[in-house]
């Protein structure tokens, strides 16, 4: 960080080396830069250096320091959950004496604060903390800690979120309502248990909302049926109390939770759904109820043609009863959308054989400790991330990579938690548990992830905002112009219709129309291999029209490997490669390894080499077969007076104009061969190049390794544009300028060098199979590392948003057209009017409708893309 400080009593040159070099003592200070003309000093520092230090530092000099103008420092901020937080966060920190502007940033979790004097921290804090306990602020340089009950580990009981997102990420460590909203809370990690438990409950309370609404519902109908037979059984008023006391276990108990929900949204102004039914349906009861124990206080209006006022239990009970089904439906269908979580969480054994001096013991996934040896037999899971130390098999990653076909896995191969071995024994040691294996870390994003917020969904929430307001408005004028304007029961008409308004309305449809299908979009990417961090991306990920990549790692396997053996007809390939690998089998360079390897493959054993000698920086020499070998470069060769053939020398040097790593081999002074080693193209980069590019996308490599090289790997995928020598820096500075020309840039790469650039790019794009680094700066991982899948994460993107489009759309044009029918728009023209419960029943399944066609993303084939 920065500052500018006003220094005062410097007169010379010599003032002024002398105020820097004090500074520059001071502890915490990386540098610090003084102008006498301007009489300021400007101090480095990585973390904040209060003024009464530095002022105590020049307290023995004639020399003053100060701030010289309002100073700007940014805070960290935790606790901030919505924009209600984001608000009052801002407007604490505004009170504090002297503090001149402030700028919260809820999504970074941010607090830019202008003053005109420094400000302790504690000072800040004190006045955070009367705003709301949860607040923390940090001084600069500082990170906000984690938060204990905000883990996000696989957990046997899980977290609970609100679908609502009323409180951001917020999770609740009890299933419940959110105090917010009053929605259900769901399973942060879903478990079949929690959701049949939470199913069974909503169950059971609609049967008892249907045992005493449909006889409520009989004895109200009854009044429109010919010689009404129950009214020979005792008079209508009589039936009127019965209708009240079977209400009661319908309102008080069965569905007492909308009311809840109504109260606690009006509580905290987070008008929703259950503002509407509470206003209605509570309503209408409380009308029924007076209307029964005070018939005398209503006008002749709302009276019947017998005299008595028609009540309306029916209509609130049918009212609650169809949105408790409503929420029945919703619920078993929300459960369908973690269908992606659920999966992956079951592919996690619950139990492991270790082997320990010999012996096999069954034990708990959860005793496992890294660098345990554990034996995965014939068709078993594999319990944590690892490397086969003994045997070989045959793994299905399908469930991690998409993959279908299996994959041969041998020993120093590594193996992933929850994927399947084949019909062979191996012994593995534990390299990751816990929370820290892939699996685990997958499912953390995709729940990471579905519970983001994309950027559409601001516009949900801003409509959302006024949606209750404007519904209760229109249900009021609704309920006047009823009353102004009807021929009969005035009152009685008005009445009925409001409630329709409120009932019909359903801005939770709007809520849910983003999430539900962010929630399905991601695990449908988690599904096929790609993991994506936050929603935001599936929302930026189509708009896209410049991908820039890596070579290393991402467009080449990133390692060493052979690519060619070429050999006089003087020695066979493969008693050249013996050769080689005799040499080389003590070695631990990559080089030497990559050899190896290839004469593992094809079964070439090494000889026994006597009298080696390695030669720093060119290569080695020994005895085999009493012959002299050697292996290296030009210049070992001239060390040692070879002679070349000027054949394999012409042939060597074409594979050297193309960045590739030649070896040669020699014997008894005689050039005889020479190996070629390159970091080998994976075989579907130039598939996936040529894709991206006939979708629009224009595709540039950044490269550190030299011009031959890069132009090379470039000709070989197709690719027009690239650049090499590029550090991170350049590559960082290359996306920056392509920004600024106002390109959406996703950045693809594997290394710890690409996480700036990835940090930097609107999309960043790691491969799964590089550096932790590299995957933790970007906003999606593709497990396989194959360059198809920003193909495939693009369609995801495309399906996600039209989705949520249709989602939004609908929800939309439901209200805009059910909210007026409901207000009797159509009655003056066809006579028509909505009966509350109609209402009731079309509001209940508009939300699920959202859901319903969220639930179609499951079945997007990303395989044929």
Request: charged fraction near 25%; include cysteine; proline fraction near 4%.
């Amino acid at each position: 960080m920065n500052k500018i400080y006003s220094v005062a009593g410097m007169t010379c040159n010599g003032c002024r080396t002398n105020v820097e070099k004090i500074l520059n003592k001071v502890e915490g200070v990386n540098r610090a830069e003084v102008n006498l003309e301007k009489a300021e000093a400007e101090i480095d520092s990585d973390v904040e250096i209060p003024l009464d230090k530095l002022q105590k530092t020049l307290e023995d000099t004639h020399y003053k320091i100060d701030f010289s103008k309002e100073v700007t420092q940014e805070y960290a901020v935790d606790g901030m959950q919505c924009m209600g937080c984001r608000n009052h966060v801002q407007e604490a920190l505004e009170k504090v004496n002297g503090v001149t502007k402030v700028e919260v940033d809820l999504e970074n979790g941010k607090a830019e604060i202008t003053s005109n004097h420094e400000i302790p921290t504690e000072k800040l804090q004190k006045e955070l903390t009367k705003a709301g306990e949860q607040y923390l602020i940090y001084k600069e340089g500082e990170k906000p800690k984690e938060k204990p009950q905000k883990k996000e580990v696989l957990s046997e009981t899980g977290e609970y979120y609100c679908p609502m997102r009323c409180e951001g990420d917020k999770v609740y460590d009890k299933p419940g309502d959110c105090p917010v909203c009053g929605m259900d809370l769901v399973p942060l990690n879903p478990t079949e248990n929690s959701e049949d438990d939470s199913y069974k409950k909503l169950l059971k309370k609609f049967k008892i909302a249907v045992a005493f609404t449909l006889p409520i519902f009989i004895i109200a109908m009854s009044g429109m049926w010919h010689n009404n037979p129950l009214y020979k059984i005792m008079p209508v008023k009589y039936w009127n109390w019965v209708q009240f006391f079977l209400s009661i276990p319908v309102v008080f108990y069965a569905c007492f939770m909308f009311f809840k929900r109504a109260y606690a949204s009006l509580k905290t102004w987070n008008l929703n759904m259950f503002t509407l039914i509470g206003i209605g349906a509570g309503s209408a009861w409380i009308f029924s109820l007076v209307a029964l124990l005070f018939p005398s206080v209503f006008p002749d209006s709302f009276r019947m043609e017998d005299g008595n006022i028609h009540l309306y239990f029916e209509s609130a009970t049918v009212i609650l009863t169809l949105v408790m089904l409503g929420q029945i439906m919703e619920a078993r269908a929300h459960n369908k959308t973690n269908s992606a979580i659920k999966e992956l969480m079951k592919l996690a054994p619950n139990q492991a054989t270790r082997v320990i001096n010999g012996k096999d013991e069954v034990i708990k996934i959860e005793e496992i400790n890294k660098g345990d040896v554990l034996k995965v037999k014939a068709g078993e899971k594999i319990p944590v991330d690892g490397e086969i130390t003994e045997g070989e098999g045959i793994i299905d990653e399908s469930m991690i990579t998409g993959e279908p076909i299996p994959i041969e896995k041998k020993s120093g191969d590594n193996v992933n938690a929850g994927t399947i071995n084949g019909n062979k024994v191996f012994l593995m040691k534990a390299t990751k548990i816990g929370e820290n294996t892939l699996l685990a870390n997958i499912i953390k994003m995709v729940n990471d992830a579905s519970r983001s917020r994309a950027p559409i969904q601001k516009f949900a929430d801003k409509v959302a905002t006024y949606f209750v307001p404007i519904v209760v408005g229109i249900s009021i004028i609704t309920f006047f112009l009823w009353w102004w304007f009807s021929p009969d029961n005035n009152l009685a008409y008005a009445f009925v219709n409001a409630i329709a308004v409120l009932v019909i309305a359903c801005p939770c449809a709007l809520g849910l129309a983003t999430p539900m299908s962010v929630m399905v979009g991601v695990g449908k990417g988690a599904q096929n291999g790609i993991l994506i961090k936050k929603a935001e991306v599936l929302q930026k990920m189509n708009d896209v029209n410049t991908l820039v990549i890596d070579k290393t790692g991402t467009i080449t396997e990133g390692k060493p490997s052979v690519e060619n053996v070429i050999t006089s007809d003087k020695i066979t390939e493969e008693k050249a490669v013996q050769y080689i690998n005799t040499l080389n089998q003590n070695s631990e360079h990559p080089l030497a390894k990559a050899t190896l390897a290839y004469g593992k493959s094809k079964n070439i054993d090494t000889l026994k080499a006597d009298k080696t000698e390695t030669y720093s920086g060119k290569g080695i020499v020994g005895t085999i077969d009493n012959n002299e070998v050697a292996l290296g470069n030009l210049a070992l060769l001239n060390e040692l007076n070879i002679n070349l053939n000027s054949d394999l020398k012409s042939k060597a040097d074409e594979f050297a104009r193309q960045g590739k790593t030649v070896s040669y081999l020699a014997v008894n002074k005689e050039m005889l061969g020479f190996i070629v080693i390159s970091d080998k193209i994976k075989e579907e980069s130039k598939q996936a190049v040529q894709k991206l590019a006939k979708e629009g996308i224009e595709v540039i490599m950044l490269t550190g390794d030299n011009e031959e090289t890069a132009k090379a790997v470039a000709d070989k995928v197709g690719l027009k544009h690239f650049k090499a020598k590029m550090l991170p820096e350049d590559k960082l500075n290359e996306i920056k300028a392509l920004q600024k020309q106002g390109k959406i840039v996703a950045m693809a790469g594997d290394g710890i060098n690409d996480a700036p650039a990835l940090a930097q790019s609107n999309i960043g794009i790691a491969m799964g199979t590089g550096t932790d680094v590299a995957i933790e700066s970007a906003d999606i991982t593709l497990v396989k590392g194959d360059l198809n899948d920003i193909s495939k994460a693009r369609i995801l993107s495309e399906k996600v948003m039209r989705n949520i489009k249709e989602n939004l759309f609908f929800a939309l044009i439901y209200n805009t057209i059910g909210v007026p029918i409901a207000a009797g728009v159509l009655y003056p023209f066809f006579g028509i009017l909505l009966s509350p419960m109609i209402a009731a029943l079309a509001m209940s399944f508009s939300s699920v409708s959202v859901i319903t066609n969220a639930l179609r993303l499951r079945t997007v084939d990303l395989s044929k893309f």
